[in-house]
């Protein structure tokens, strides 16, 4: 909220009247589409102020809403957008509520349509498909489908939204089989603009269904996902950490597991170094990942081998383990930018589904606003000396995972121009008014104009 506060106050002291003139007719749609939100969803639905949406940045939980409404169908989440189109009132859009700037998915000042209500889970008869409401957070989600011993393709953390997940791409451990989780989606119900319901698949709106996988929050709200279903039982996961003397001996069995064993698509894993002040030195944490509930399958033998310090790796079910992760993980930080090997047969999967591509993610924690612009600094220059160090060792790539991009980078411009420009002909298309864009209602994330 402070730099929110800070920006205006410039603003209006630069551009006297008129901007205070703006600012008055802005007040007055967030006033009216509240109250109309209010009289229309009562107060099981409808919050005023911030109540208690569940958020893991330090940055969105500092951002102050006008009110909030949580729909329950696709009807309402129509109902709100007309609402809010009719009031020309900011918005905000909340899935999980991972995102980690004010406006992402928290509106600064506006309104916040939480999608936390809209958990429905269908599954198909041949329980190869399964329609899911996009409020789902990644446990819900592999709760209700343990029950039938399937799953889809979800990440690592318990309480990462899906509707952000799939809508940015989404790694999952099932990625060397299945591809990313966009890769997976059949259908998206869809509501436009223009607040009214598209169902958009790749026969019905090949050009939006295209925009989809990868567009973000640039098309308008998605209700439900139907997706791929695949069967899933108990699995091999955990985390292993490692005194930072074995960095070498983990960086070598990454490699290995990465081209040995690229094909043994069962298998998944990523690791990640963490600085601790006390010592002035890393630890390292491992992941293994085996789809199947075998404790020492043949991929792992080497790193098995490895001395370390504390292990949790063990059969169990998925959601059990994204219970582990988000503890490893807690909200409240601040952060900025995290790395995750991009297998080979994942990108091989995900072409047979229509293509998307790998990722290094530096992720920073801090405690306090003051440090924002130096944390930020740091974050620019480890990534412009990556960026360098890589362009010469000959194995730069500019594609950027926009789930995990920092807000000063590009990651749309980094799809490719071809694919940008697609992508904005296809924005303009379905939301002549710009809604969805820079200048419009619902700004926050990356936007394509
Ligand atoms: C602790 C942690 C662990 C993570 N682990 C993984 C991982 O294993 N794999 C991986 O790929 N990524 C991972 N991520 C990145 C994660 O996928 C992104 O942060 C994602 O955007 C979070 O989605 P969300 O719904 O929780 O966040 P939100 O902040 O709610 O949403 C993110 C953006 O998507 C938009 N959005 C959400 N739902 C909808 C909808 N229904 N319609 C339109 N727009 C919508 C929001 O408006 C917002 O702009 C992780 C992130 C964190 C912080």
Same mark, same amino acid.
């Given at each position: 909220?402070?730099?929110?506060?800070?920006?205006?106050?410039?603003?209006?002291?630069?551009?006297?009247?008129?901007?205070?003139?703006?600012?008055?007719?802005?007040?007055?749609?967030?006033?009216?589409?509240?109250?109309?939100?209010?009289?229309?969803?009562?107060?099981?639905?409808?919050?005023?102020?911030?109540?208690?949406?569940?958020?893991?940045?330090?940055?969105?939980?500092?951002?102050?809403?006008?009110?909030?409404?949580?729909?329950?169908?696709?009807?309402? &989440?129509?109902?709100?957008?007309?609402?809010?189109?009719?009031?020309?009132?900011?918005?905000?859009?909340?899935?999980?509520?991972?995102?980690?700037?004010?406006?992402?998915?928290?509106?600064?000042?506006?309104?916040?349509?939480?999608?936390?209500?809209?958990?429905?889970?269908?599954?198909?008869?041949?329980?190869? /498909? &399964?329609?899911?409401?996009?409020?789902?957070?990644?446990?819900?989600?592999?709760?209700?489908?343990?029950?039938?011993? #399937?799953?889809?393709?979800?990440?690592?953390?318990?309480?990462?939204?899906?509707?952000?997940?799939?809508?940015?791409?989404?790694?999952?451990?099932?990625?060397?089989?299945?591809?990313?989780?966009?890769?997976?989606?059949?259908?998206?119900?869809?509501?436009?603009?223009?607040?009214?319901?598209?169902?958009?698949?790749?026969?019905?709106? @090949?050009? #939006?269904?295209?925009?989809?996988?990868?567009?973000?929050?640039?098309?308008?709200?998605?209700?439900?996902?139907?997706?791929?279903?695949? @069967?899933?039982?108990?699995? *091999?996961?955990?985390?292993?950490?490692?005194?930072?003397?074995?960095?070498?001996?983990?960086?070598?069995?990454?490699?290995?597991?990465?081209?040995?064993?690229?094909?043994?698509?069962?298998?998944?894993?990523?690791?990640?170094?963490?600085?601790? !002040?006390?010592?002035?030195?890393?630890?390292?944490?491992?992941?293994?990942?085996?789809?199947? @509930?075998?404790?020492?399958?043949?991929?792992?033998?080497? !790193?098995?081998?490895?001395?370390? +310090?504390?292990?949790?790796?063990?059969?169990?079910?998925?959601?059990?383990?994204?219970?582990?992760?988000?503890?490893?993980?807690?909200?409240?930080?601040?952060?900025?930018?995290?790395?995750?090997?991009?297998?080979?047969?994942?990108?091989?999967?995900?072409?047979?589904?229509?293509?998307?591509?790998?990722? &290094? #993610?530096?992720? &920073?924690?801090? +405690?306090?606003?003051?440090?924002?612009?130096?944390?930020?600094?740091?974050?620019?220059?480890?990534?412009?000396?990556? /960026?360098?160090?890589?362009?010469?060792?000959?194995?730069?790539?500019?594609?950027?995972?926009?789930?995990?991009?920092?807000?000063?980078?590009?990651?749309?411009?980094?799809?490719? +121009?071809?694919?940008?420009?697609?992508?904005?002909?296809?924005?303009?298309?379905?939301? @002549?008014?710009?809604?969805?864009?820079?200048?419009?209602?619902?700004?926050?994330?990356?936007? *394509?104009?």
């Amino acid at each position: 909220m402070a730099s929110f506060k800070s920006s205006f106050i410039t603003t209006l002291l630069r551009h006297g009247l008129a901007i205070a003139f703006a600012t008055a007719i802005a007040t007055q749609g967030i006033t009216s589409a509240c109250s109309r939100l209010a009289t229309t969803f009562g107060p099981d639905a409808y919050f005023p102020g911030n109540g208690n949406i569940t958020v893991w940045d330090a940055k969105q939980q500092e951002t102050n809403s006008a009110c909030w409404v949580q729909p329950t169908s696709t009807e309402d &989440v129509s109902t709100i957008l007309g609402h809010i189109k009719d009031t020309s009132c900011r918005f905000a859009v909340k899935g999980g509520g991972h995102a980690r700037n004010p406006d992402d998915s928290v509106s600064a000042g506006g309104v916040t349509i939480d999608m936390q209500r809209m958990r429905s889970i269908e599954v198909s008869p041949s329980q190869r /498909i &399964v329609k899911l409401g996009s409020g789902h957070v990644l446990l819900s989600l592999y709760q209700g489908l343990e029950k039938y011993n #399937l799953t889809s393709l979800g990440g690592r953390v318990a309480d990462v939204g899906l509707g952000g997940f799939v809508l940015g791409g989404g790694f999952s451990h099932l990625s060397p089989k299945y591809g990313l989780a966009m890769d997976n989606v059949f259908e998206y119900e869809l509501v436009l603009p223009n607040a009214t319901v598209a169902i958009v698949n790749e026969v019905t709106q @090949p050009d #939006l269904y295209f925009a989809l996988r990868g567009g973000m929050n640039n098309f308008g709200i998605v209700t439900h996902f139907t997706m791929r279903a695949v @069967p899933q039982g108990q699995m *091999l996961a955990g985390t292993r950490t490692y005194t930072a003397d074995k960095r070498d001996a983990i960086i070598q069995q990454a490699y290995q597991l990465t081209t040995k064993w690229k094909n043994d698509t069962a298998m998944a894993f990523h690791y990640s170094f963490g600085y601790k !002040q006390e010592a002035d030195d890393y630890t390292i944490a491992f992941n293994p990942g085996y789809s199947l @509930p075998i404790l020492y399958p043949a991929p792992f033998e080497e !790193q098995n081998q490895i001395p370390f +310090e504390t292990g949790t790796s063990r059969i169990g079910w998925n959601s059990q383990f994204s219970i582990e992760s988000a503890s490893a993980t807690p909200s409240g930080g601040r952060s900025n930018l995290v790395i995750q090997p991009l297998f080979e047969a994942a990108i091989r999967a995900g072409k047979e589904r229509g293509g998307s591509a790998a990722v &290094v #993610l530096l992720t &920073v924690r801090w +405690e306090n606003a003051e440090d924002d612009d130096r944390i930020d600094a740091f974050a620019r220059r480890w990534v412009r000396r990556s /960026i360098a160090v890589t362009k010469v060792a000959g194995r730069f790539h500019p594609w950027l995972y926009i789930n995990y991009a920092g807000k000063h980078q590009d990651p749309f411009r980094a799809y490719g +121009e071809a694919n940008l420009q697609r992508l904005k002909v296809i924005q303009r298309d379905v939301d @002549p008014q710009g809604l969805f864009t820079s200048q419009g209602l619902c700004r926050g994330y990356f936007k *394509l104009r």
